[in-house]
């Protein structure tokens, strides 16, 4: 029987596969292909330098044991590396890695590297400069699930975020997709769910990145022509994370290569977590292909919280930072910030700086005159409810008839404006506004707005009615 590369190399793969994990193997083994056999050197086709690269730096070991055993002390590997041109060029390239600078060992030399200079990783994260190898991931431990606190408006994504956490990609929350408006907690639920990961699965690799950063990591790949490196990069990861993934919109390169990597990620068990200020149904300018695969696990939305959530939020605030309130005081800044989080624990920070800087007692008058402040200073979100009361008021009704059944032309009109206002004031999504004016559908949400666009262009009045209620809303 005559030696051939092919041969050669299914006898080092057989050795590898029962001295290596069979994830790994899948991942760094199998999309390997033997090129050709030329005395003792064999030369084998990696997909990228990032690939070529990590088989060196953690697998060299094992491959000079696997290849001496086969071919003797003399042994070399030849890398050739299948190069993407990414400028417009369709035909492939490829780029040999010299024999001469990968020369096989004695099987018992198993420190002594194939390579002359070790490789350094081209990995998106590492400083220039500086070589690291491990992947950190850029997560924010003081973001957890001890203070996340539950409540009706989080309840789904705050429970589906533990599953994940306890079976990474074992669940069919995969992707798991949290939306909702500024300030609501997703980029901190976000985090809890890779940090509880990362304690219960220390091995487990975990990235967290924003849509913008990976987009830019993307362009300078392209750039530097190293689009296989990056996809290979993203390849690895256990649990990606990526926060704000309607930055996306409208790039249609950085959505094709996430495409891929989302892909491979899925199909391989790996855990994917997006957040976004839109329900996939909302979201503009995306490929169907991805917002499909946006659809595959769960969607959940976190929404503004109750009164109950927000009085907790705050007494979690101040158990946290060691301060006393009085209970009159929470619950009067938990009454009168109604819009998110953010803006209600800025409100509590400012209460207690203003106590502190000032040698003024907490009381109700001081709660006042800072609350009052916040919200004149705070760009305030427009709540669904606050634009039900306005369009009501408008039109001369109250909010039970501007939310009835009733198809009077009148009042359908002012709940299709009260929808076209939410929508563009707010960032709830299509089912969440139709859920809050009548208990409607998202799809009469959207004829909504699809009418009041058409009117606004072909009714004077009708125009008016919008341009006034615009007036009231901006205020």
Not at 332 to 339: D, F, G, L, R
Not at 356 to 370: G, P, Q, Y
Request: proline residues 3%; glycine residues 4%; charged residues 25%.
């Amino acid at each position: 029987m005559s030696v051939t590369a092919q041969s050669v190399w299914n006898n080092c793969l057989e050795f590898i596969k029962d001295n290596i994990q069979p994830q790994a193997y899948k991942t760094w083994f199998e999309p390997i292909k033997a090129v050709k056999l030329t005395d003792t050197a064999l030369s084998i086709q990696v997909p990228s330098k990032f690939f070529y690269e990590w088989l060196e730096e953690h697998y060299v070991k094992i491959l000079k044991v696997s290849l001496t055993k086969e071919l003797g002390e003399t042994a070399k590997l030849v890398y050739i590396i299948k190069m993407e041109n990414t400028y417009g060029n369709k035909q492939p390239f490829t780029e040999k890695i010299p024999s001469s600078n990968r020369s096989a060992v004695k099987s018992q030399d198993v420190d002594v590297p194939f390579n002359n200079k070790s490789p350094e990783l081209r990995n998106p994260f590492v400083i220039p400069g500086i070589r690291n190898v491990k992947i950190e991931s850029q997560l924010n431990p003081n973001y957890s699930f001890e203070n996340f606190l539950e409540g009706d408006s989080n309840r789904l994504a705050r429970s589906a975020g533990l599953a994940v956490a306890a079976k990474p990609g074992g669940t069919s929350f995969n992707p798991l997709l949290i939306f909702g408006g500024v300030g609501l907690g997703k980029t901190h639920l976000a985090h809890a769910i890779g940090v509880d990961i990362k304690d219960k699965y220390p091995e487990k690799t975990v990235l967290y990145i924003s849509a913008e950063k990976f987009t830019q990591q993307y362009i300078d790949a392209v750039k530097k022509n190293n689009r296989n490196d990056f996809i290979h990069f993203y390849q690895i990861i256990d649990v990606l994370i990526i926060d704000d993934v309607q930055f996306l919109s409208g790039k249609s390169g950085t959505q094709d290569v996430f495409f891929h990597i989302f892909n491979h990620l899925h199909q391989n068990g790996k855990q994917v977590i997006l957040t976004s200020d839109k329900a996939p149904v909302d979201m503009q300018d995306i490929e169907q292909r991805l917002l499909s695969r946006f659809k595959w696990g769960l969607s959940a939305e976190l929404q503004n919280p109750d009164f109950e959530t927000r009085v907790s939020i705050l007494k979690n605030k101040l158990y946290r930072d060691g301060v006393e309130m009085p209970e009159d005081i929470i619950e009067y800044v938990a009454k009168n910030i109604k819009t998110n989080v953010r803006e209600l624990e800025g409100a509590i920070i400012s209460l207690i700086a203003q106590s502190s800087f000032n040698k003024k007692e907490i009381n109700i008058d001081l709660a006042r005159v800072i609350v009052e402040k916040f919200v004149k200073n705070t760009k305030r979100e427009v709540s669904i409810d606050y634009i039900q009361k306005i369009v009501s008021d408008y039109f001369q009704m109250d909010v039970d008839t501007l939310q009835s059944k009733t198809r009077k032309r009148h009042i359908v009109q002012a709940r299709q404006l009260a929808m076209f206002f939410a929508k563009k004031f707010t960032k709830a999504s299509l089912a969440s506004i139709g859920s809050q004016i009548g208990k409607r559908d998202h799809a009469t949400v959207l004829h909504a707005c699809k009418t009041v666009d058409n009117l606004s262009s072909t009714d004077k009045q009708f125009r008016k009615y919008v341009e006034d209620i615009t007036k009231k809303l901006s205020v």
